[in-house]
């Protein structure tokens, strides 16, 4: 028997369903209306895709908030990347840029990193001051993206093409390699490295009496299965509305890769802000540095496999911009994010990168 106000909390899974089935029944009907209906209507699936894993995201912080730290923190970003994952994978079966991946993984460092990060301290410095968290959990997390991200995105540059399923099968191995250890350090004997010892939680916590904590998990689980079904659903005729949509219409190249990595982040972003507002850095730490880790050597190898097994490889090498880019980022964070306290002055530096990076995407470079 459906409990009493469910349907009420799940509405926006039950609009994405309608949804979905509405856009699989007319998706020939829209890819022929013209432009402009094409485009609101693959908007409109955009927008139903964020509602959905909102509500992916919020039964994945029931999970976390029933195992707590640094689990909580893991299921929160793995939820992000596999919405991410599915509906690059889903994209990538049409007729996409053969840079989606590199440009999706580079515009998700960007925005967890400077838009999360920089927004969070910005706002959260306003209003608190200085914002303590543990620095051991920044240190292992800026180590982690910078090698993943040579290993993954700089050094293919130099790969000769003849090469490429061999790096690419080294590529799969090291990401493998890396997360498997950082897990094992995660929610083993470095576990400390990603928690912080804050004052007993209060009605500012974003974290306390959340709706359902002290219920059972299988019903989390279920939803999140089936949102993330339905975002793949949705997922793929958002890959045809947009491609036909935005053909000959001077939209930027990195646009879809943008809007890929706004969908994964969008929840992110608002579990952050809470928790920078509740005076909770810890949180905001491990939720931007984990996603953009977990992104990087998780998404990785799972589009390589893809590569290796349809026999055509992506475009992984970066351009000398987005490298420029992530090097500065990553050298901003390892300086603001050393000392264990962060301040409006250092989120305004990552807000100010986030900034600069729209504009280089809007210029188209």
């Not at 955009?46 to 029931?62: N, Q």
């Not at 050094?155 to 000769?160: D, K, L, T």
């Not at 019903?219 to 053909?247: F, H, R």
């Amino acid at each position: 028997m459906i409990k009493p106000g469910l349907l009420r909390r799940e509405r926006f899974l039950i609009i994405a369903l309608l949804v979905a089935v509405a856009a699989y029944a007319g998706e020939h009907e829209i890819l022929a209306a013209g432009r402009a209906p094409t485009l609101i209507a693959a908007f409109g699936i955009v927008a139903t895709i964020i509602l959905a894993s909102t509500r992916v995201a919020h039964h994945a912080e029931l999970l976390a908030v029933k195992v707590g730290d640094p689990y909580g923190t893991m299921i929160l970003t793995l939820s992000a990347v596999l919405v991410e994952v599915v509906v690059l994978a889903i994209m990538m079966q049409g007729e996409s840029s053969p840079t989606l991946v590199r440009d999706t993984i580079y515009a998700a460092v960007m925005l967890d990193i400077n838009g999360i990060i920089g927004l969070a301290a910005l706002l959260g410095g306003l209003r608190h001051g200085e914002q303590p968290y543990n620095d051991d959990s920044s240190r292992t997390y800026s180590v982690m993206i910078l090698t993943a991200m040579g290993i993954s995105m700089i050094v293919p540059e130099f790969v000769p093409r003849e090469s490429w399923q061999l790096y690419s099968a080294f590529t799969i191995c090291a990401m493998i390699a890396l997360y498997t250890l950082f897990l094992r350090l995660q929610v083993g004997q470095h576990s400390y490295f990603f928690s912080y010892a804050y004052p007993r939680a209060g009605r500012g916590d974003p974290h306390a009496h959340a709706e359902g904590d002290d219920g059972p998990a299988l019903p989390s689980i279920l939803v999140i299965l089936a949102g993330v079904v339905l975002i793949g659903a949705l997922a793929e005729v958002m890959s045809a509305t947009l491609t036909t949509g935005l053909q000959g219409t001077g939209a930027p190249p990195a646009l879809m890769a943008v809007i890929v990595a706004a969908i994964s982040a969008a929840p992110e972003i608002l579990t952050a802000m809470r928790a920078a507002l509740a005076n909770r850095m810890q949180p905001v730490v491990n939720i931007a540095m984990g996603a953009s880790l977990s992104t990087v050597i998780l998404t990785v190898p799972v589009m390589e496999t893809i590569a290796l097994y349809t026999g055509q490889p992506f475009i992984m090498a970066m351009t000398p911009v987005q490298t420029v880019m992530v090097a500065i980022t990553l050298v901003v964070a390892a300086i603001n994010l050393n000392d264990g306290m962060t301040n409006a002055i250092e989120g305004m530096t990552h807000f100010i990168l986030f900034a600069t990076f729209l504009m280089l995407t809007l210029i188209g470079i």
